[in-house]
């Protein structure tokens, strides 16, 4: 009885790790499948609009400053401070903020 307990723990193990590359595997084939419907997206978007070139230069320009205010919104959710301002040392124990780039 110990060896065959021993090959159902052995196939059980085997099964769990199958089981979790499956699910890294359908992860991936999910984070592809919406790199190609975004890019289908725009390639129908940017064939129907009136200049092509003009609104691929518009959306690749919304989805950079999309992506730099999401990168604030982190930012300064992770600092807990509004995005471009930092603490500042300060006389008498109080705290100020000045602008990050002063």
Do not use: I
């Not at 890294?24 to 009136?50: I, K």
């Not at 604030?72 to 705290?95: D, M, Q």
């Amino acid at each position: 009885m110990g060896e065959a307990a021993r090959s159902l723990d052995d196939v059980s193990d085997h099964l769990g790790e199958v089981l979790r590359r499956a699910d890294e595997l359908l992860a991936e084939w999910s984070r592809f499948g919406a790199e190609v419907r975004t890019q289908v997206d725009r390639e129908v978007a940017a064939n129907a609009a009136n200049n092509k070139h003009d609104f691929l230069v518009a959306l690749d320009r919304a989805v950079k400053e999309r992506a730099e205010e999401e990168r604030k919104a982190a930012e300064e959710e992770a600092s807990g401070h509004p995005a471009g301002l930092r603490p500042a040392a300060s006389p008498g124990g109080l705290r100020m903020v000045q602008r990050a780039d002063a």
